[in-house]
């Protein structure tokens, strides 16, 4: 017995020291401190084989959840991405890595962590991590292990978290300023906010209800599930309250089976949907016509075709890839990752824990005029939240088949709210 | 009143969709006393074929080949994977189902690409209007579509050598098998069937909108279904489907009414109906009442 025991002590303790051997802390010859996801050996698909390799882990709904159409472009454009930063000299003496920890987490908060726990040990931070649900089973260990990560979502709660690097405007302040757009175009008195339940479509909800208490709107929260055989209850909500503006919060098939639905029996009011409601390809559905007539996207920043440095430098990186906000999305997402490694390689400390610091040491990041000159104020916390969104009308001339009508604002609504916690708490 | 009468229509043409599935389901138990979780895969393997067949050869061309090429899936994950475990406890037989289900949609989805896709049926949203009562196209021709269906099932039962061959074989296999039926000939018509009823089930589920890699949620429907009508039951998954898919949308165009009881719940009604039902008769609307010697 005693000896079973001294060996379970041992095998303890090794298992134990096996895991401390991660965070061992090494200085390179530049001086640069790294512990975690950075090593002195090029990267494998390296351009300057004389340099070090970054590893940034993606976690993202590649095969079967629902937001896999969004996420295999999120991947392909964030890889581009970090190809470009590579070619460009990469960050120090280091090229970064996004090919080999890409791992599928089937939008499935079990398999999340799962899938991050097995690359963990090799990584630095997450150059992508998909969804609020998702995220959220992770965000406890990020926050312990000091794993920085930039979300594929937009939650209110990212402002408040120090490991998470977001960008745009989350789902709350865009439900306002599209509320405030639709206030001075359409003269609303009712408005209705569609949504599926959880922190996607629970967030926008919250922004609607906050800004409709502002404006002086009428207003009802009717939720609503992912399939597009569980619309009719949504339908029969517009139908009979008669909203002016429905702020619309779901998927793009869901999007598509509320609005068609909707109008095929009559409803002559407007919908403005977040850019996860949006697929170029729902143009050629039978709701085609009457998303034309009566939709319109907030989004959080220029889609695919607009004229900024940063656009085009993510049009000439990916070419030949039929247009998707997706890629648009993903190359946006990489900047604020980029901006705090090379803070934290100016730092000299490239360890998990100074990557954090570095991100709370930005003011501001460079989104090569994606995002206008003060995004990405992380140094500022949730008083430093973006809250610019942009309107866009459906076009099936546009590469993504919408332009915009109204560019980047801040409506009244948003400027003189204070986010001072997560917006779903207050629906 | 006209509200009710158009939840009333809304849930036959999608209790038509749930019949179809259901009645997939069914087939298969009786033949193989195994519930196949494959379903939802073979329904959007169907519904993705119907969508990239429309192109060329138009919706009425599509459909019935998909169906055809449905079934052939279904004739092969039966070869492939079920008839091998033959003598197997059919709990297991049902796990690998599961496990096909996922193989096949990972596939299919890949089929499906990066957009929605669309079904290009001739309905869209058209509507007839009858006073006040809007009544979708989709929903007139779902029902017909399975009204022919399952006329031509049950008389396929009833009046053919191969019917009354699955039959003899769904009441006793060791039987049938000793009055020569070919019980594997059984098996693989049942498969197949299930995978053409799917197909059609799916397309109809998918007229009229867009679809994407979520749509083989709407199968897991037929699953309270068949619980509901009795797992054993062609009727029953009939009456059983019609009648989920009648509760579904009349609670859907009342919900709103009743905001105490959470948002959405149209969705749980199937699930609810089918613990009521089976609270007054645990075998289902129509199943076999099973008797066993203690």
């Given at each position: 017995?005693?000896?079973?025991?001294?060996?379970?002590?041992?095998?303890?303790?090794?298992?134990?020291?096996?895991?401390?051997?991660?965070?061992?802390?090494?200085?390179?010859?530049?001086?640069?401190?790294?512990?975690?996801?950075?090593?002195?050996?090029?990267?494998?698909?390296?351009?300057?084989?004389?340099?070090g390799?970054?590893?940034?882990?993606?976690?993202?709904?590649?095969?079967?959840?629902?937001f896999?159409?969004?996420?295999?472009?999120?991947?392909?454009?964030?890889?581009?991405f970090?190809?470009?930063?590579?070619?460009?000299?990469?960050?120090?003496?280091?090229?970064?890595?996004?090919?080999?920890?890409?791992?599928?987490?089937?939008?499935?908060?079990?398999?999340?962590?799962?899938?991050?726990?097995?690359?963990?040990p090799?990584?630095?931070?997450?150059?992508?991590?998909l969804g609020?649900?998702?995220?959220?089973?992770?965000?406890?260990?990020m926050?312990?292990?000091?794993?920085?990560?930039?979300?594929a979502a937009?939650?209110?709660?990212?402002?408040?978290?120090?490991?998470?690097?977001?960008?745009?405007?989350?789902?709350?302040?865009?439900?306002?300023?599209?509320?405030?757009?639709?206030?001075?175009?359409?003269?609303?008195?009712?408005?209705?906010?569609?949504?599926?339940?959880?922190?996607?479509?629970?967030?926008?909800?919250?922004?609607?209800?906050?800004?409709?208490?502002?404006?002086?709107?009428?207003?009802?929260?009717v939720?609503?599930?992912?399939?597009?055989?569980?619309?009719?209850?949504?339908?029969?909500?517009?139908?009979?309250?008669?909203?002016?503006?429905?702020?619309?919060?779901?998927?793009?098939a869901?999007?598509?089976?509320?609005i068609?639905?909707?109008?095929a029996?009559?409803?002559?009011?407007?919908?403005?949907?977040?850019?996860?409601?949006?697929?170029?390809?729902?143009?050629?559905?039978?709701?085609?016509?009457?998303?034309?007539?009566?939709y319109?996207?907030?989004?959080?920043?220029?889609?695919?075709?607009?004229?900024?440095?940063?656009?085009?430098?993510?049009?000439?990186?990916?070419?030949?890839?039929?247009?998707?906000?997706?890629?648009?999305?993903?190359?946006?997402?990489?900047?604020?990752?980029?901006?705090?490694?090379?803070?934290?390689?100016?730092?000299g400390?490239?360890?998990?824990?100074?990557?954090?610091?570095?991100?709370?040491?930005?003011?501001?990041?460079d989104?090569?005029?994606?995002?206008?000159?003060?995004?990405?104020?992380?140094?500022?916390?949730?008083?430093?939240?973006?809250?610019?969104?942009?309107?866009?009308?459906?076009?099936?001339?546009?590469?993504t088949?919408?332009?915009?009508?109204?560019?980047?604002?801040?409506?009244?609504?948003?400027?003189?709210?204070?986010?001072?916690?997560?917006?779903?708490e207050?629906? | 009143?006209?509200?009710?009468?158009?939840?009333?229509?809304?849930?036959?043409?999608?209790?038509?969709?749930?019949?179809?599935?259901?009645?997939?389901?069914?087939?298969?138990?009786?033949?193989?006393?195994?519930?196949?979780?494959?379903?939802?895969?073979?329904?959007?393997?169907?519904?993705?074929?119907?969508?990239?067949?429309?192109?060329?050869?138009?919706?009425?061309?599509?459909?019935?080949?998909?169906a055809?090429l449905?079934?052939?899936?279904?004739?092969?994950?039966?070869?492939?994977?079920?008839?091998?475990?033959?003598?197997?406890?059919?709990?297991?037989?049902a796990?690998?189902?599961?496990?096909?289900?996922?193989?096949?949609?990972?596939?299919?989805n890949?089929?499906?690409?990066?957009?929605?896709?669309?079904?290009?049926?001739?309905?869209g949203?058209?509507?007839?209007?009858?006073?006040?009562?809007?009544?979708?196209?989709?929903?007139?021709?779902?029902?017909?579509?399975?009204?022919?269906?399952?006329?031509?099932?049950?008389?396929?039962?009833?009046?053919?050598?191969?019917?009354?061959?699955?039959?003899?074989?769904?009441?006793?296999?060791?039987?049938?098998?000793?009055?020569g039926?070919?019980?594997?000939?059984v098996?693989?018509?049942?498969?197949?069937?299930?995978?053409?009823?799917?197909?059609?089930?799916?397309?109809?589920?998918?007229?009229?909108?867009?679809?994407?890699?979520?749509?083989?949620?709407?199968?897991?429907v037929?699953?309270?279904?068949?619980?509901?009508?009795?797992?054993?039951?062609?009727?029953?998954?009939?009456?059983?489907?019609?009648a989920?898919?009648?509760?579904?949308?009349?609670?859907?165009?009342?919900?709103?009414?009743?905001?105490?009881?959470?948002?959405?719940?149209?969705?749980?009604?199937?699930?609810?109906?089918?613990?009521?039902?089976?609270?007054?008769?645990?075998?289902?609307?129509?199943?076999?009442?099973?008797?066993?010697?203690?």
């Amino acid at each position: 017995m005693k000896r079973l025991a001294s060996g379970a002590a041992v095998v303890l303790l090794a298992v134990a020291l096996g895991g401390c051997r991660g965070s061992d802390t090494e200085t390179g010859e530049s001086g640069v401190k790294t512990d975690v996801g950075v090593t002195a050996e090029p990267c494998p698909e390296a351009v300057n084989k004389d340099k070090g390799c970054i590893y940034l882990g993606i976690i993202s709904d590649l095969t079967e959840g629902p937001f896999r159409a969004l996420a295999v472009p999120i991947t392909d454009a964030q890889k581009a991405f970090w190809k470009r930063v590579n070619s460009n000299g990469g960050i120090g003496d280091y090229e970064v890595d996004v090919t080999k920890y890409v791992r599928d987490n089937k939008y499935n908060p079990q398999v999340t962590n799962q899938v991050y726990q097995e690359i963990k040990p090799n990584i630095l931070a997450l150059a992508q991590t998909l969804g609020s649900p998702t995220t959220a089973a992770i965000l406890p260990d990020m926050k312990a292990s000091n794993v920085v990560g930039s979300p594929a979502a937009w939650t209110s709660a990212y402002a408040f978290e120090d490991v998470i690097i977001e960008s745009g405007a989350n789902y709350c302040i865009e439900s306002m300023n599209a509320l405030d757009y639709a206030n001075e175009v359409y003269k609303p008195k009712k408005v209705m906010a569609v949504h599926l339940a959880g922190d996607y479509g629970d967030d926008a909800a919250a922004g609607a209800k906050l800004a409709s208490e502002k404006l002086g709107f009428e207003f009802a929260d009717v939720k609503t599930d992912t399939g597009t055989d569980k619309q009719a209850g949504a339908v029969g909500a517009i139908l009979q309250q008669q909203p002016d503006v429905v702020i619309l919060t779901t998927g793009p098939a869901d999007a598509a089976a509320v609005i068609g639905g909707a109008a095929a029996r009559g409803f002559k009011g407007r919908f403005i949907g977040t850019s996860p409601t949006w697929n170029p390809a729902l143009l050629q559905s039978p709701a085609g016509p009457a998303l034309t007539a009566l939709y319109e996207q907030s989004g959080p920043w220029g889609s695919w075709g607009t004229d900024s440095p940063g656009h085009k430098a993510m049009r000439d990186a990916l070419p030949g890839k039929t247009p998707s906000d997706g890629y648009t999305s993903g190359w946006v997402w990489s900047y604020p990752v980029k901006a705090a490694l090379e803070k934290a390689v100016a730092n000299g400390d490239l360890t998990r824990a100074g990557v954090v610091a570095a991100v709370k040491q930005l003011s501001s990041v460079d989104y090569e005029g994606m995002l206008p000159a003060g995004a990405g104020n992380f140094a500022g916390g949730p008083g430093g939240t973006f809250k610019q969104t942009q309107i866009s009308k459906v076009d099936a001339t546009a590469p993504t088949g919408v332009t915009k009508v109204r560019d980047m604002f801040e409506g009244p609504t948003a400027k003189a709210f204070t986010l001072d916690k997560p917006c779903f708490e207050q629906l | 009143m006209s509200s009710f009468v158009e939840g009333f229509l809304r849930g036959i043409g999608v209790g038509s969709v749930y019949a179809l599935l259901a009645l997939g389901f069914v087939i298969i138990y009786k033949a193989t006393r195994v519930i196949s979780f494959a379903q939802p895969a073979l329904m959007l393997a169907g519904v993705v074929l119907v969508s990239h067949l429309a192109v060329p050869l138009g919706f009425w061309g599509a459909l019935p080949v998909a169906a055809l090429l449905t079934a052939l899936l279904g004739l092969g994950i039966e070869r492939g994977a079920v008839r091998p475990m033959i003598g197997r406890p059919a709990f297991v037989v049902a796990i690998i189902t599961l496990g096909v289900d996922v193989a096949i949609r990972v596939v299919v989805n890949i089929f499906i690409g990066l957009d929605v896709r669309n079904v290009h049926d001739p309905w869209g949203l058209g509507t007839l209007v009858i006073g006040d009562v809007h009544i979708e196209h989709r929903h007139i021709a779902a029902f017909l579509c399975a009204a022919v269906l399952v006329a031509g099932l049950f008389a396929f039962f009833r009046f053919t050598r191969m019917g009354l061959a699955m039959r003899a074989a769904a009441d006793d296999q060791e039987a049938a098998l000793a009055q020569g039926v070919s019980v594997g000939a059984v098996f693989a018509l049942s498969w197949a069937l299930a995978g053409a009823l799917a197909a059609v089930g799916g397309t109809f589920a998918a007229a009229g909108g867009s679809f994407d890699g979520t749509l083989w949620l709407t199968a897991l429907v037929a699953l309270p279904v068949i619980i509901l009508g009795g797992l054993d039951s062609l009727p029953g998954a009939v009456v059983g489907g019609l009648a989920v898919g009648v509760a579904q949308e009349l609670v859907a165009t009342y919900q709103n009414h009743t905001p105490w009881l959470g948002g959405n719940v149209s969705v749980i009604t199937p699930y609810v109906l089918m613990l009521l039902v089976l609270l007054v008769r645990p075998y289902g609307l129509f199943g076999t009442r099973e008797v066993e010697r203690v």
